[in-house]
Nanobody
Framework: QVHLMESGGGSVEAGGSLRLSCAAS????????MGWFRQVPGKEREGVAT???????TYTDSVKGRFTISKDNAKDTLYLQMNTLKSEDTGMYYC????????????????WGLGTQVAVSS
C-alpha cells in the first residue's frame, strides 16, 4: 500500500512562490508515475504536472514556465515548485501515484494523498 502525504501549502500573494512536498512510503513498484492535481469547489480535479520514473515531465498549459515538478528518489519525496503564482492557482493540491498510468486523467490514479490547500490572493 502506497502512502502519500502532502505539505507546503499556504496563503501567498499573487506573484509569490510556494513549494509543495509529497512524502511517499510503502511502495515496492520498480517504476511509478507521480503527479500533482488540484481542485476547487464545484470543479473537476485537474492535472497540474506529472513525472514518470524515467524523469520525464508533463505540465498543463496554464502552469508551463511557472511550475516545476521534481522528485528526490533518495528521500522518496515529490516536489512542486510554484512561482509567479496567480489567483487562479488557488485550490486543494493533491499528490497522486500510479504504477501503470502517467497522464492527467485523475480517475486513473490508484494512490492519493489528502491534499494541501493553496490560496493566492490578488
Amino acid at each position: 500500500q502506497v502512502h502519500l502525504m502532502e505539505s507546503g501549502g499556504g496563503s501567498v500573494e499573487a506573484g509569490g512562490s510556494l513549494r509543495l512536498s509529497c512524502a511517499a512510503s510503502g511502495y515496492t513498484y520498480s517504476s511509478i508515475c507521480m503527479g500533482w492535481f488540484r481542485q476547487v469547489p464545484g470543479k473537476e480535479r485537474e492535472g497540474v504536472a506529472t513525472i514518470d520514473s524515467d524523469g520525464s515531465t508533463t505540465y498543463t498549459d496554464s502552469v508551463k514556465g511557472r511550475f516545476t515538478i521534481s522528485k528526490d528518489n533518495a528521500k522518496d519525496t515529490l516536489y512542486l515548485q510554484m512561482n509567479t503564482l496567480k489567483s487562479e492557482d488557488t485550490g486543494m493540491y493533491y499528490c497522486a501515484a500510479d504504477p501503470r498510468y502517467c497522464g492527467f486523467l485523475w480517475l486513473q490514479y490508484k494512490y492519493w494523498g489528502l491534499g494541501t490547500q493553496v490560496a493566492v490572493s490578488s
